[in-house]
């Protein structure tokens, strides 16, 4: 079981993927059954309910050898190399039930060390609300998958090859290791250093293992965006993030194209900022109120001359800008939330021009010397991740920091460094002494 579920990527930036064994591609689950069903005709209008189906029991533990649960402790042991913490997955306990000699009690204590480990291996230790604002999808592993490598662990005697398949293969999650291995432990300012390093680790883990063969990727403490194709960086700009008062959130969505000369939906949060302005136009339901306010295509729209087509949730995407000077800050936090690409539009002409897309840059010119707002789509659509990388790695195993422009790592850090993953509560304050009358 996962470990949600017991306690609920210079290279500086480009990621591949090795299967996590073949046997976890079989055995996938049975899809649902249609949630709709037909209605009873009028025989059977007096019918029972039928009754649902009995809870498929969880499968039990498999049995473990002894020299296999020597081979987890001594994984345990050393899984600080990877910026973990070998106390939280209790060797002691598992050392006790190995000398108790149950192999029953032995397996079920076996069982529960891997699936807290593979969880936090594939996934990240840190887990939901305090990794703060982070919303990318990562399916690397869950309950179905973990028990098959499980089974096929234990029965090909291959423990470590098993754990190590769940193990981020981008190159900077590589070097992040090696600066760790090289880093000491000894003051405070070390210390701080080390758990820098462990939390980015652990931030790489919450990334899906395969970012795919081409995609985007915005790192928002170092202000860049990144193009990268088969594992190298392509193409790499300047990039304004959300203010501290307009965060960006961490999510990855898939950019299908462009909108060339777009208009501008000015969110409703700063409506207000614009309501009855020259340039603005405001939108009437049909009441004749004003219900929300667009800003037309044309050289002072904030969105430039066109913004990626990029759903999701949050309403985030890349897009050019008329305030173009905010590229030479070297603090570059001043965006309502979404990410301002330097010479976007040379990004938009390869992507669009990719695969033998018809939209040549002079048909991409030609449209937005027109004024007219046009979707332009890519033949093949890619990934669009955008992080939140505090700490990076260089390849002699120095690191660089990035600023921590919301104040971040604080508390993830304190996750990282609680047993559960999650950020420890405040403690209560004492009761207050009520004076005596």
Not at 279 to 293: C, M, N, P
Request: charged share 25%; aromatic share 6%; with cysteine.
């Amino acid at each position: 079981m996962l470990r949600s579920t017991w306690k609920s990527k210079a290279m500086l930036l480009g990621l591949g993927m090795i299967p996590l064994t073949a046997a976890m591609a079989q055995n996938a689950p049975a899809p649902k059954a249609d949630p709709i069903a037909p209605l009873p005709d009028a025989a059977a209008k007096d019918a029972q309910p039928t009754t649902p189906p009995a809870p498929v029991p969880e499968a039990p533990p498999p049995i473990w050898q002894v020299d296999q649960v020597r081979a987890l402790l001594s994984y345990i042991s050393g899984v600080g190399k990877e910026g973990l913490s070998p106390a939280d997955y209790d060797s002691d306990g598992l050392l006790k039930a190995l000398a108790a000699g149950d192999p029953v009690a032995l397996s079920a204590a076996a069982t529960d060390r891997f699936n807290r480990l593979s969880s936090d291996l594939a996934l990240g230790h840190v887990r939901g609300d305090a990794r703060i604002d982070w919303h990318v999808e990562d399916k690397d592993l869950d309950k179905v998958r973990q028990r098959q490598l499980l089974d096929w662990a234990l029965s090909q005697n291959k423990l470590k090859d098993a754990l190590d398949g769940l193990l981020p293969t981008h190159p900077q999650y590589a070097a992040l290791k090696d600066a760790l291995a090289k880093a000491s432990a000894g003051d405070a300012a070390e210390r701080a250093k080390v758990n820098r390093i462990r939390l980015n680790m652990d931030r790489w883990r919450w990334l899906p293992r395969d970012l795919g063969d081409r995609y985007i990727i915005v790192n928002v403490p170092s202000y860049y965006a990144t193009l990268v194709e088969n594992g190298a960086t392509r193409w790499k700009t300047r990039a304004v993030a959300g203010a501290i008062r307009t965060p960006t959130p961490q999510l990855n969505a898939t950019a299908v194209g462009v909108i060339l000369n777009p208009w501008w939906e000015v969110p409703p949060s700063i409506s207000g900022e614009v309501a009855g302005k020259a340039g603005f136009v405001a939108v009437k339901g049909k009441d004749g109120k004003i219900q929300r306010w667009r800003q037309p295509p044309g050289p002072t729209n904030a969105l430039g001359q066109l913004k990626f087509v990029m759903y999701n949730p949050h309403n985030i995407y890349l897009h050019d800008t008329n305030a173009k000077s905010r590229f030479n800050s070297s603090v570059r936090a001043a965006s309502h939330g979404c990410i301002r690409t330097k010479d976007v539009l040379t990004l938009a002409t390869m992507l669009l021009g990719d695969d033998n897309g018809p939209w040549t840059p002079e048909k991409i010119q030609e449209q937005l010397a027109s004024k007219q707002t046009k979707q332009a789509n890519f033949v093949k659509p890619l990934p669009v991740y955008i992080v939140y990388f505090s700490v990076a790695a260089t390849n002699d195993g120095g690191i660089v920091d990035y600023e921590d422009v919301y104040k971040r790592d604080g508390k993830v850090i304190a996750a990282l460094l609680d047993s559960d993953g999650e950020v420890p509560a405040a403690p209560k304050a004492p009761p207050k002494k009520v004076a005596a009358k």
